[in-house]
């Protein structure tokens, strides 16, 4: 199995960023399974981090974060 076949694109907010990137989900789970499931932290690949606002600028990517679960606002689905 090609391991990016379980990888979901997602958008996280928390109070300080706006991330886009990749976390990996188990085959047919939702991403509010994983979030459930999930430690202290969440893995984020491929990773962008930018100001919060709409439009703001980059100020990381990386290839691999973790993301402090307590501090996310917001977790969905990228489109």
Not at 34 to 60: H, M, S
Request: hydrophobic share 40%; proline share 5%.
């Amino acid at each position: 199995m090609d391991k990016g076949e379980n990888r979901t694109r997602v958008t996280i907010l928390t109070s300080n960023y706006r991330i886009k990137g990749y976390v990996d989900v188990l085959p047919g789970a939702r991403v509010t399974d994983f979030i459930v499931e999930a430690k202290g932290f969440i893995a984020v690949t491929d990773a962008e981090v930018y100001e919060p606002e709409l439009g703001g600028r980059q100020v990381l990517a990386a290839p691999f974060i973790d993301v402090n679960r307590d501090h996310i606002q917001v977790l969905a689905p990228a489109t």
